[in-house]
T-cell receptor
Framework: KAGVTQTPRYLIKTRGQQVTLSCSPI?????VSWYQQTPGQGLQFLFE???????NKGNFPGRFSGRQFSNSRSEMNVSTLELGDSALYLC???????????FGQGTRLTVV | DQQVKQNSPSLSVQEGRISILNCDYT??????FLWYKKYPAEGPTFLIS?????DKNEDGRFTVFLNKSAKHLSLHIVPSQPGDSAVYFC??????????FGQGTTLQVKP
């Protein structure tokens, strides 16, 4: 069974630009969550999607958005990038409500 | 509002000894707890979990203990191996709630 796949692995963007990150969950998993990890911080929850609906949302500004498609693949978008958005963005999928979440390798975003 | 806290940023133990990583939480609605291991530039890897109806779960060298009255959980690694050196995150969630992570503890196992 293939794991969680995130693309791209690395990305460099300029301040003010927008970026879209992609996540393909494990086959059969319907829940996809996104996290941001910055140096010195734990994993900060961004949002969770389940069956194309946003089920939970973290405390991030509206510049951060996401969506989930009918095949459970998910994308997150960050508009008007700021230097502080530089981070490792992680996607995790799970099969139901109280099971372990499996993470992808992450997308390392650098904003210059 | 840090609902899941790992108060020790780092821990160093000798190979073969026990590693004990601790985690405290504040939300009494949490009913599922997990531990993850993370290497730099990689995604976290699931290690072990425990439901709130249990107080102990064991998987090989890894054992998680849950003390609900104290809102505390711990991960024991016995015996510790150099390959266990990584950042360990505890996480907690409630039914249909989001998975919330602690800040992580960096474990170093010395040969």
């Amino acid at each position: 069974k293939a794991g969680v796949t995130q693309t791209p692995r690395y990305l460099i963007k300029t301040r003010g630009q927008q970026v879209t990150l992609s996540c393909s969950p494990i086959s059969g998993h319907r829940s996809v969550s996104w996290y941001q990890q910055t140096p010195g911080q734990g994993l900060q929850f961004l949002f969770e999607y389940f069956s194309e609906t946003q089920r939970n949302k973290g405390n991030f500004p509206g510049r951060f958005s996401g969506r989930q498609f009918s095949n459970s693949r998910s994308e997150m978008n960050v508009s008007t990038l700021e230097l502080g958005d530089s981070a490792l963005y992680l996607c995790a999928s799970s099969s139901s409500m109280n099971t372990e979440a499996f993470f992808g390798q992450g997308t390392r975003l650098t904003v210059v | 509002d840090q609902q899941v806290k790992q108060n020790s940023p780092s821990l160093s133990v000798q190979e073969g000894r026990i590693s004990i990583l601790n985690c405290d939480y504040t939300n009494s609605m949490f009913d599922y707890f997990l531990w993850y291991k993370k290497y730099p530039a990689e995604g976290p890897t699931f290690l072990i979990s425990i439901s709130s109806i249990k107080d102990k779960n064991e998987d090989g060298r890894f054992t998680v203990f849950l003390n609900k009255s104290a809102k505390h959980l711990s991960l024991h690694i016995v015996p510790s191996q150099p390959g266990d050196s990584a950042v360990y995150f505890c996480a907690a969630k409630s039914l249909v709630g989001k998975l919330i992570f602690g800040q992580g503890t960096t474990l170093q196992v010395k040969p």
